[in-house]
């Protein structure tokens, strides 16, 4: 069992940043990709971005060139740095774990994100 704690999420205005942390215990950490999706209402969950070890990143389009993921094995942490965020990035950010070899996935319970124009 791995347990997803995010934090970091709150209310910005359109160009403004945001930083959302993800605590993750239980498991060794270095046995998961870890990623962050997000849930707009009325929409369904969408991938943002996933980091794997050494270094390999991926970012939805949406995310390219704004958004940053990193992680640190000491901290079993995750954290997606946002910046110029836009209205149409408005939604519920999710961290996520997925093991290597099993497949098993884990959620962590997603922290708000509210971009104003």
């Known amino acids: 069992q791995v347990t997803l704690v995010e934090s970091g999420g709150g209310s910005v205005q359109a160009g403004g940043s945001l930083r959302l942390s993800c605590a993750a215990s239980g498991r060794p950490f270095n046995n998961y990709a870890m990623g962050w999706f997000r849930q707009a209402p009325g929409k369904q969950r969408e991938l943002v971005a996933t980091?794997?070890?050494?270094?390999?990143?991926y970012y939805a389009d949406s995310a390219k060139g704004r958004f940053a993921i990193s992680r640190d094995s000491g901290k079993n942490s995750v954290w997606l740095q946002m910046n110029s965020l836009k209205p149409e990035d408005t939604a519920v950010y999710f961290c996520a774990a997925e093991h290597y070899t099993l497949g098993t996935m884990y959620w962590g319970q997603g922290t708000q994100v509210t971009v104003s124009s």
């Open positions: 980091i794997t070890p050494p270094r390999n990143i």
